[in-house]
T-cell receptor
């Protein structure tokens, strides 16, 4: 059974700082890994999807990496802004399922002006 | 609005009552998913439809829960005889299965927050 863990559970940084969010998974036989953003009381917004054959994906100030051998993914946010404040969730397709996402508990990010 | 929509956004009910939620996916998407999220946790998979066929149900989905997707368009999730433990955010997502890719990006709706008193 796939388990996804995110560290840290919460992170507070000053505006402008670069930061890294970590995600680890127990089953390395994943199809892909997806990073989401969730604002308080809202649904999820997809940020980046990394296929199992890829090592990283970039979108604007965001860069996500995937290392299947170590069971880890990182989300790098450059030049953080107060608008980046949200909960960031990682999720993996695995266990022979190409449709069922297993989520971590998320990292609550606060960027202080 | 071309995104996933869910109604209602909030539902407060008394224990023992039945509730029904609706999800309208992105129009061309053939896959539809339901997840449940409790406070401080990530979403947990409940069930999945490919067109109108319900292909998997999680063990989290007790006999009190039923989901349908008639005609492969919108979907409903009904909870009968609600319990306080059913209080959660119920999220719907949809995706377009692409043969060229092993998996597809799921797009989530805003969720329905259920409070059972």
């Amino acid at each position: 059974k796939q388990e996804v863990t995110q560290i840290p559970a919460a992170l507070s940084v000053p505006e402008g700082e670069n930061l890294v969010l970590n995600c680890s998974f127990t089953d390395s036989a994943i199809y892909n890994l997806q990073w989401f953003r969730q604002d308080p009381g809202k649904g999820l917004t997809s940020l980046l999807l990394i296929q199992s054959s890829q090592r990283e994906q970039t979108s604007g100030r965001l860069n996500a990496s995937l290392d299947k051998s170590s069971g880890r993914s990182t989300l790098y946010i450059a030049a953080s802004q107060p608008g980046d404040s949200a909960t960031y969730l990682c999720a993996a397709y695995s266990g022979g399922s190409n449709y069922k996402l297993t989520f971590g508990k998320g990292t609550l990010l606060t960027v202080n002006p | 609005d071309t995104g996933v929509s869910q109604n209602p956004r909030h539902k407060i009910t008394k224990r023992g009552q039945n509730v029904t939620f609706r999800c309208d996916p992105i129009s061309e998407h053939n896959r539809l998913y339901w997840y449940r999220q409790t406070l401080g946790q990530g979403p947990e998979f409940l069930t999945y439809f490919q067109n109108e066929a319900q292909l998997e149900k999680s063990r989290l989905l007790s006999d009190r829960f039923s989901a349908e997707r008639p005609k492969g368009s919108f979907s409903t999730l009904e909870i009968q005889r609600t319990e306080q433990g059913d209080s959660a955010m119920y999220l719907c997502a949809s995706s377009l299965a692409a043969a060229a890719l092993r998996t597809d990006t799921q797009y989530f709706g805003p969720g329905t927050r259920l409070t059972v008193l």
